[in-house]
């Protein structure tokens, strides 16, 4: 079943037109909000170099699912 959603305030406006594997596969820092700087920051801290590398590293995904149990929207 093909899904759509509107990813315009969640990554920057290069990227609006992608496929979600092609967002998934594109640097962190075509995220809006995530700068260059911060891309070099994740990558030196978790070598992180992609969206899907942020999506998948263990650390945010359990910080992540900690949030969701407590049902917090902060």
Do not use: H, W
Not at 14 to 34: F, H, N
Not at 35 to 59: C, E, H, Q, W
């Amino acid at each position: 079943m093909p899904v759509t959603a509107d990813l315009t305030k969640l990554v920057d406006k290069a990227y609006q037109d992608k496929t979600l594997t092609e967002i998934v596969d594109a640097p962190v820092s075509a995220l809006a909000g995530v700068s260059d700087g911060d891309a070099k920051l994740l990558k030196d801290a978790f070598d992180i170099t992609t969206v899907g590398d942020l999506g998948r590293n263990p650390y945010f995904r359990t910080a992540n699912a900690l949030v969701a149990l407590t049902g917090t929207t902060k």
